[in-house]
């Protein structure tokens, strides 16, 4: 009988389940998912099991655990490997907290985080490779050192990353079984009916479009997402709406909202920078082009995020003040619909 894998991957962390044959002679732990898993070193197999995320039969176990036929080993390994080179480049950063472990980001909209097709230069992974040239994580040459979540390049908000591979390996592991707690802040085109409700769909690649996200109905060609929202303030033509992510797929707010119908405010890519609602006077035509001239990005911020610290294991929340775009563009709103009794 041969052996029995699973494998899920998203871009920061794999994650490998394997139930061992029958047949299986003894042998360790760390050899067994070094030979069955590509391009991973020895190394870093021993590092995921030093943090905990080697588990066999749902208790962590050490590198040297000799395996036994039947054993249920599942795996997440922090991220997979890139062959690019990355160039370090000093690019100020907006840091609010910072440990022997990790560092705590309030990352300006427009930044990218970390290298991709077209955007090779000026990425959040470019800053860290130049402030932290010093330690072993950012020496290893790949494309995405200590990250273990992202948020879009038009996404203002908190993000953390990890400075050394315990760190890494654990907090991976806590957004990989979501046991983080992140807020964003999103402003949304109409009115919503209710006052709290839950998305869900499952999100994939767009089959008509490769550069958005869709939801679809089966999980052939997406993964289970669920968007929990809130709404704080109701301003005539569009929402304000506190958003709690369960999952973390890419653009999971920004394809939900599009697919209930209330695409973000000024959003490009999923139908948000045109004017959805509202009258048909030339006076609220130039309001809102006017916004979004002062909003040119999606109307989207990663206003907070809680995780137990790697090493204490002390509860840690950040939360950060919405930034000025944004905030002037729900200002203008406020003022707009100030007076006003229908809409």
């Known amino acids: 009988m041969e052996q029995e894998e699973i494998k899920e991957q998203s871009d920061l962390f794999e994650h490998f389940r394997f139930i061992v044959d029958k047949g299986q002679a003894l042998a360790r732990i760390d050899k067994f998912v070094h030979n069955r898993i590509e391009n991973v070193s020895r190394t870093k197999v021993q590092k995921a099991a030093d943090a905990g995320n080697i588990l066999v039969n749902n208790k962590p176990v050490k590198s040297n655990y000799n395996i036994k036929p039947g054993d249920i080993i599942s795996i997440v390994l922090a991220f997979p490997p890139r062959d690019e080179e990355i160039v370090p480049e000093n690019i100020p950063l907006n840091i609010i907290y910072e440990d022997d472990d990790l560092v705590v980001v309030n990352k300006e909209a427009g930044m990218v985080v970390h290298p991709a097709y077209a955007n090779f230069t000026g990425t959040l992974v470019n800053a860290l490779y130049w402030r932290y040239k010093d330690l072993p994580l950012f020496q290893s040459g790949d494309m995405r050192p200590g990250l273990v979540h992202r948020i879009d390049k038009n996404t203002s908000g908190i993000i953390v990353i990890a400075k050394n591979e315990l760190a890494l390996n654990r907090l991976a592991r806590q957004f990989f079984y979501h046991t983080i707690d992140r807020h964003y802040l999103a402003l949304v085109w109409g009115n919503l009916k209710e006052e709290a409700g839950t998305i869900t769909g499952n999100i994939g690649r767009s089959l008509q479009d490769r550069k958005i996200m869709a939801v679809f109905e ?33 653009h999971q707010i920004r394809v939900h909202f599009k697919h209930i119908g209330h695409p973000l405010f000024n959003d490009p890519e999923y139908g948000g920078d045109k004017i959805l609602k509202g009258t048909t006077f030339t006076k609220y035509k130039q309001f809102v082009e006017n916004c979004f001239k002062l909003l040119p990005r999606q109307a989207l911020h990663a206003k907070s995020l809680a995780f137990d610290h790697p090493v204490s294991n002390k509860r840690l929340l950040f939360d950060s003040e919405i930034p000025s775009d944004m905030k002037i ?15």
């Open 218 to 250: 089966d999980d052939e060609h997406g993964k289970t997402a669920i968007t929990h929202y809130t709404v704080l303030e109701r301003m005539g033509y569009v929402n304000l709406v506190d958003c709690k992510l369960e999952t973390g797929r890419t």
């Open 329 to 343: 563009v729900i200002d203008r709103w406020r003022n707009y619909i100030s007076g006003r009794e229908n809409f």
